[in-house]
């Protein structure tokens, strides 16, 4: 435990402040921002958006209903985007760079979205 303190006290990020100011700044303004999915994690959009029209709630091994694929992908969707762009500007922060935010959303954060969603759906 002391060693990570340590870790951590030596780390450039003190607050997150700065790093929330920045996604602020780079995100309220009049130009809108566009983010795009890598050829990997649109392949792996597909296949969850896929897998979840084809399992219907008469089908589904629990019973409450699930929400609508459309509102399911928008989800995943929208904690992708934001896992990304906080993911980024972290990295950037931890590695002293400046610059806006890659515009590309990677598989790993995809899968990760993915993997949230369904982990909160299922609770």
């Given amino acids: 435990m002391a060693g990570l303190a340590e870790q951590l006290e030596a780390l450039s ?3 997150l402040n700065v790093v929330l100011e920045q ?7 009049d130009e809108s921002v566009k983010y795009s999915l890598s ?6 959009f597909f ?3 896929k ?11 629990t019973p409450e209903v699930k929400q609508s694929s459309s509102k399911r992908n928008k989800q995943v969707l929208r904690v992708a985007i ?14 002293h760079q400046t610059g806006p935010t ?8 995809m899968n990760t979205a993915i993997n949230l969603v369904d982990t ?3 609770y």
């Fill in 13 to 15: 990020v003190t607050s």
């Fill in 23 to 29: 996604i602020f700044v780079e995100h309220n303004n």
């Fill in 39 to 44: 050829a990997s994690a649109r392949e792996a």
């Fill in 47 to 49: 296949k969850f958006s």
């Fill in 51 to 61: 897998a979840s029209e084809t399992v219907t709630p008469s089908q589904s091994s």
């Fill in 82 to 95: 934001n896992m990304h762009v906080l993911y980024e500007r972290l990295r950037k922060a931890l590695a």
């Fill in 102 to 109: 890659d515009r590309t959303i990677s598989l790993v954060t």
């Fill in 120 to 122: 909160l759906e299922t």
